[in-house]
Structure formats: structure tokens, C-alpha cells
């Protein structure tokens, strides 16, 4: 006995939009659409915390906000780009200020990075070959970059008190190094100790990521290159530096974003307001903004920081992708 089938519904069976077909759509909506739904809790923290602060920033840099206008800040008068040509007229005392905490910046920021990943690297280097006691190492290479930032720095104030700190009772009590204990904390030497400082704590952060990019590295390259005659040198030359490019790219990124913008470790070495050969722009904008009062201003600085750091980062990695794409080629 045969059953026949009707013509409408072989019709609705062969259709590609059976019920079938259109229960599988949603499914995968939802599938796609569920990665964006849990991104969702940190995209709306991510606008709360710093995009809307960002935005009012930007709009307060426009205004002339003095203390006058604190209690309602929008109730201050426009002035235009008035805040960014005080801030940029080198000749002025304000522009000439902002352009010395700038320069003092950069130089305090490329020294800082270039001995933080100088010191991490070499660590990384020594601690891969087995030996007695390397955990150990490890463990106490990675406690400067563990310990909070104001307990670390109060710990350094206190080295560097000029009557009983540790500095002073070294260099020179016992050593013989200076002809009198030095002022650390103000004149030309808080430059040192903000370096000091911003090393001892950061380099534990690339001998981290350095040592982790150097686990990726083949050891047979090391044997082959052995075999071949290379030296502990020429085997860092040719095989170790060439192969952790890649991590040194995004970690000198870091470290550069992260001491450009340090504002913790100043802030508590010298207190609120910093000694001229340490004056960071951090700290700079933080005074023009909440010890003059003059919030407009020190939102016009914040900008001009910004863009300035947009560009470095910008121009970094437009040169290191083409870098890596002419050694791929």
C-alpha cells in the first residue's frame, strides 16, 4: 500500500523557508549576537569611567573654569581656544612652564624605559639556565613589581631622607662617595631619585613579559648555533633579540604609555608639588589644575597629553608594522 503525498506539502518540505529552517536563523543570532551581550557590563563601565570623564574633560578645556565656577561648572563662560594658546605661547610663563615639565618628561621617560627593559632583559637572559637556587631569583625579582605603589615610594622617601635615610648613611658614611649627605628629595638630584625610583619598580615588569617570550624560543637554535662556534653574544645577537621583536615591540609601548603618564610615583616622593628637575607633566597638569584652580587650563593640557601621546603611539606602530612587514618580505 502507498501513501502519496500532496503537492503543497512536498512544497512547504522542499521549501528552504520551512519552520526548520527558520528555528536554526535564530539560533544562530543568538549565538553571534551572545559574545557582544557579555561584552556588554564592560563596554558600559569602559563609557562610564573614562570616555564620559574624557568627554566633559574636552568640554571643560573650552571654558574659562576658575574657582569661581566650581559649584556649577557649566554655568562657565566660553573662551574658544584661549586655554591652548596660553598653554602652547612658549613665551609666556605658562606655555614656557608646560614646555620644561614636557622636555623633563621625555628625557625622565626614555632613560627610564631604555634601563627598565636594559635591566629586565639581562635578568630574563641569566635566570634561563638551571641552577641552585633560580626560583628563589624569580621570586625576588617580581617583589618591586608586587608591592603597592605608595607603600614601595614612601619606603624610597624614607631612604632618601637627608639626616637618617639609608642613601645618605651608604654613599657617604660608609662608602665615602660624597662629601656630605645629599639633598635627594629637592634640587637637581630628585631628577636621580624619581629615576631611581620609576627603574627599581618597573623593570621587574619586563624581565616578566622577556621572560615569558624567551619560553617560545626553540632551544635547538641555541644547540645548532653551539655546534656552529657562536658565542653567549653572538648567539643574543643573532637568535635571542631577533626572535623576542615582536614582544619587545609591545612591551617598550607599554612601558613608555605607563611612565609618560606616572603620576603616583612623583605625587608621593615629592608631595604635591614637585621640585623643578622632576616637575612631570603629570604633576604639572595636577598643579595648574587643583592648585591654581584654574580647571579650564589644566584640561587644555590633558588634551594637548593626549593627542601628543596619540601621536607617539600612532607613529610607533605604523613604523613597527612596517618594519615587520619588510622582514616578512
Same mark, same amino acid.
Given at each position: &500500500?502507498?501513501?502519496?503525498?500532496?503537492?503543497?506539502?512536498?512544497?512547504?518540505?522542499?521549501?528552504?523557508? +520551512?519552520?526548520?529552517?527558520? *528555528? %536554526?536563523?535564530?539560533?544562530?543570532?543568538?549565538?553571534?549576537?551572545?559574545?557582544? @551581550?557579555?561584552?556588554?557590563?564592560?563596554?558600559?563601565?569602559?563609557?562610564?569611567?573614562?570616555?564620559?570623564?574624557?568627554?566633559?574633560?574636552?568640554? &571643560?578645556?573650552? #571654558?574659562?573654569?576658575?574657582?569661581?565656577?566650581?559649584?556649577?561648572?557649566?554655568?562657565?563662560?566660553?573662551?574658544?581656544?584661549?586655554?591652548?594658546?596660553?598653554?602652547? $605661547? =612658549?613665551?609666556?610663563?605658562?606655555?614656557?612652564?608646560?614646555?620644561?615639565? !614636557?622636555?623633563?618628561?621625555?628625557?625622565?621617560?626614555?632613560?627610564?624605559?631604555?634601563?627598565?627593559?636594559?635591566?629586565? +632583559?639581562?635578568?630574563?637572559?641569566?635566570? /634561563?639556565?638551571?641552577? %641552585?637556587?633560580?626560583? @628563589?631569583?624569580?621570586?625576588? !625579582?617580581?617583589?618591586?613589581?608586587?608591592?603597592?605603589?605608595?607603600?614601595?615610594?614612601?619606603?624610597?622617601?624614607? &631612604? =632618601?631622607?637627608?639626616?637618617?635615610?639609608?642613601?645618605?648613611?651608604?654613599?657617604? $658614611? /660608609?662608602?665615602?662617595?660624597? $662629601?656630605?649627605?645629599?639633598?635627594?628629595?629637592?634640587?637637581?638630584?630628585?631628577?636621580?631619585?624619581?629615576?631611581?625610583?620609576?627603574?627599581? #619598580?618597573?623593570?621587574?615588569?619586563?624581565?616578566?613579559?622577556?621572560?615569558?617570550?624567551? /619560553?617560545?624560543?626553540? #632551544?635547538?637554535?641555541?644547540?645548532?648555533?653551539?655546534?656552529?662556534?657562536?658565542? &653567549?653574544? /653572538?648567539?643574543? %645577537?643573532?637568535? +635571542?633579540?631577533?626572535?623576542?621583536?615582536?614582544?619587545?615591540?609591545?612591551?617598550? @609601548?607599554?612601558?613608555?604609555?605607563?611612565?609618560?603618564? $606616572?603620576?603616583?610615583?612623583?605625587?608621593?616622593?615629592?608631595?604635591?608639588?614637585?621640585?623643578?628637575?622632576?616637575?612631570?607633566?603629570?604633576?604639572?597638569?595636577?598643579?595648574?589644575?587643583?592648585?591654581?584652580?584654574?580647571?579650564?587650563?589644566? *584640561?587644555?593640557? *590633558?588634551?594637548?597629553?593626549?593627542?601628543?601621546?596619540?601621536?607617539?603611539?600612532?607613529?610607533?606602530?605604523?613604523?613597527?608594522?612596517?618594519?615587520?612587514? +619588510?622582514?616578512?618580505?
Amino acid at each position: &500500500m502507498t501513501t502519496t503525498v500532496p503537492p503543497e506539502a512536498a512544497a512547504r518540505q522542499s521549501s528552504p523557508g +520551512t519552520a526548520s529552517g527558520r *528555528s %536554526r536563523r535564530p539560533g544562530r543570532i543568538r549565538r553571534i549576537g551572545l559574545p557582544y @551581550l557579555l561584552l556588554l557590563p564592560a563596554l558600559l563601565l569602559e563609557l562610564l569611567v573614562h570616555l564620559v570623564p574624557m568627554v566633559i574633560g574636552i568640554m &571643560m578645556s573650552f #571654558k574659562e573654569l576658575t574657582q569661581f565656577y566650581i559649584r556649577d561648572w557649566t554655568t562657565a563662560p566660553w573662551n574658544a581656544f584661549d586655554n591652548y594658546a596660553m598653554s602652547v $605661547d =612658549f613665551n609666556a610663563p605658562v606655555g614656557e612652564a608646560l614646555l620644561h615639565s !614636557f622636555l623633563v618628561t621625555v628625557a625622565f621617560t626614555l632613560l627610564s624605559v631604555g634601563l627598565c627593559w636594559l635591566i629586565g +632583559t639581562a635578568a630574563a637572559i641569566y635566570l /634561563q639556565d638551571n641552577f %641552585r637556587g633560580r626560583g @628563589l631569583l624569580r621570586a625576588l !625579582f617580581l617583589v618591586p613589581y608586587a608591592l603597592p605603589v605608595y607603600t614601595a615610594v614612601i619606603t624610597w622617601v624614607f &631612604m =632618601f631622607q637627608h639626616d637618617n635615610g639609608l642613601v645618605n648613611h651608604v654613599l657617604h $658614611d /660608609q662608602l665615602g662617595l660624597t $662629601d656630605k649627605p645629599s639633598f635627594w628629595l629637592i634640587g637637581d638630584n630628585s631628577f636621580i631619585a624619581l629615576l631611581s625610583v620609576s627603574v627599581w #619598580k618597573g623593570w621587574p615588569f619586563a624581565f616578566l613579559i622577556v621572560m615569558a617570550g624567551l /619560553q617560545n624560543i626553540p #632551544k635547538e637554535l641555541y644547540e645548532a648555533a653551539a655546534l656552529d662556534g657562536a658565542g &653567549m653574544w /653572538q648567539q643574543i %645577537r643573532r637568535i +635571542t633579540l631577533p626572535s623576542l621583536r615582536p614582544v619587545n615591540q609591545v612591551l617598550v @609601548l607599554v612601558l613608555f604609555l605607563w611612565t609618560f603618564n $606616572d603620576f603616583n610615583t612623583p605625587y608621593v616622593l615629592f608631595g604635591r608639588t614637585a621640585p623643578q628637575a622632576a616637575d612631570l607633566i603629570s604633576v604639572h597638569i595636577y598643579q595648574a589644575s587643583f592648585v591654581t584652580w584654574n580647571f579650564g587650563t589644566g *584640561s587644555a593640557m *590633558s588634551v594637548l597629553l593626549l593627542l601628543f601621546l596619540l601621536l607617539v603611539t600612532g607613529a610607533y606602530l605604523w613604523l613597527t608594522s612596517r618594519g615587520r612587514r +619588510t622582514a616578512d618580505a
